[in-house]
Nanobody, 123 residues
Framework: QVQLVESGGGLVQAGGSLRLSCAAS????????MGWFRQAPGKEREFVAG????????NYADSVKGRFTISRDNAKNTVYLQMNSLKPEDTAVYYC????????????????WGQGTQVTVSS
């Protein structure tokens, strides 16, 4: 069992930056691939970024490539999402999730989810 708690969301102007954190409970954090997803009002939850168990491999949605960076610190049981050059279309609730598969972009392959943190980007 893994419990995930996101933090770091908020209101930011377009062009600004935010850093999301996701703290995981349990001793098996390093055995999970981790991902960030987001869901805007009226839209499906979509993949944003993923990272392998050891942190050596990452993947990103095309819409955030070059602006967002996912990282993890297994000693702290935490995964991060650094978001730069934010746009109004990045406004959404952001969720972190844990998967037994590495770098999956598919929601159903993630076993555990956090409660989400709101990110709002004003124009």
């Amino acid at each position: 069992q893994v419990q995930l708690v996101e933090s770091g969301g908020g209101l930011v102007q377009a062009g600004g930056s935010l850093r999301l954190s996701c703290a995981a409970s349990g001793r098996t954090f390093s055995s999970y691939g981790m991902g960030w997803f987001r869901q805007a009002p009226g839209k499906e939850r979509e993949f944003v970024a993923g990272i392998s168990r050891g942190g050596g491999r990452t993947n990103y949605a095309d819409s955030v490539k070059g602006r967002f960076t996912i990282s993890r610190d297994n000693a702290k049981n935490t995964v991060y999402l650094q978001m730069n050059s934010l746009k109004p279309e990045d406004t959404a609730v952001y969720y972190c999730a844990a998967s037994s598969r590495a770098l999956s972009v598919i929601k159903v392959e993630y076993d555990y989810w956090g409660q989400g943190t709101q990110v709002t980007v004003s124009s």
